[in-house]
């Protein structure tokens, strides 16, 4: 398995807080992403990242920050926590150049609450 | 602009027997195309991936997938499936060009019956 890991696994929080989530690799691969999982929408692609402090916005990035200042973090924020953002979050890197040929290593997943 | 329709939300087969699941996508460019699977409360494992070469691609635990371009067409298949493998599945297609992300299928989870 690709050196991913994300912190928390698990939170429960509530409306209008703020919440951060981490990525963290141990492979040096450049590209970083952040995914959103829910049911009957597969994956959908909130924030990515092509190097330290160059980041981009996916296809859901309303309500999300990111922040990259080491190759090996990628963080995702929830500014003001909303229920609509209760999901899984998956965190995924590529290594190299980006072609249409670069795989995607996935994270464990962060089980997202808001109430 | 790239799309991926997976056919199927449900499949369900008895162990043993082949299972066929279904992928269509389109693509501006050509596409390189994935396949992922996720057992219950895990992440996503890549279980192939077809990058214009041979259009009969050969991945882990026994699935392979056929590319067909005329059909706009990337079908995931298991001659004989086993239990081990009910599981969630998703098709993935590259949109290339300097972004890198995937476009993502709905899903299609199979149930393998004993």
């Known amino acids: 398995d690709a050196g991913i890991t994300q912190s928390p696994r698990h939170?429960?929080?509530?409306?209008?807080?703020?919440v951060t989530l981490r990525c963290h690799q141990?492979?040096?691969h450049r590209y970083m992403y952040w995914y959103r999982q829910d049911p009957g929408h597969g994956l959908r692609l909130i924030h990515y990242s092509y190097g330290v402090k160059d980041t981009d916005k996916g296809e859901v990035s309303d309500g999300y920050s990111v922040s990259r200042?080491?190759?090996e973090d990628f963080l995702l924020t929830l500014e003001s926590a909303?229920?609509?953002q209760t999901s899984v979050y998956f965190c995924a890197i590529s290594d190299g150049t980006v072609t249409s040929t670069d795989t995607q290593y996935f994270g464990p997943?962060?089980?997202?609450t808001v109430l | 602009a790239q799309s991926v329709t997976q056919l199927d939300s449900h499949v369900s087969?008895?162990?043993g027997t082949p299972v066929l699941l279904r992928c269509n996508y389109s693509s501006s460019y050509s596409p390189s195309l994935f396949w992922y699977v996720q057992h219950p409360n895990k992440g996503l494992q890549l279980l192939l991936k077809y990058t214009?070469?041979?259009?009969?691609?050969k991945g882990i635990n026994g699935f392979e997938a056929e590319f067909n371009k005329s059909q706009t067409s990337f079908h995931l298949r298991k001659p004989s499936v086993h239990i081990s493998d009910t599981a969630e599945y998703?098709?993935?297609v590259s949109p290339g060009g300097s972004q890198g992300n995937l476009i993502f299928g709905k899903g299609t989870k199979l149930s393998v019956k004993p």
């Open chain 1, 69 to 71: 200042s080491k190759t």
């Open chain 2, 13 to 15: 087969v008895s162990e």
């Open chain 1, 82 to 84: 909303t229920s609509s």
């Open chain 1, 26 to 28: 141990t492979e040096n």
């Open chain 1, 109 to 112: 997943g962060t089980r997202l």
């Open chain 2, 90 to 92: 998703f098709c993935a």
């Open chain 1, 11 to 18: 939170k429960v929080t509530e409306t209008g807080t703020p």
């Open chain 2, 52 to 57: 214009s070469a041979a259009t009969l691609v």
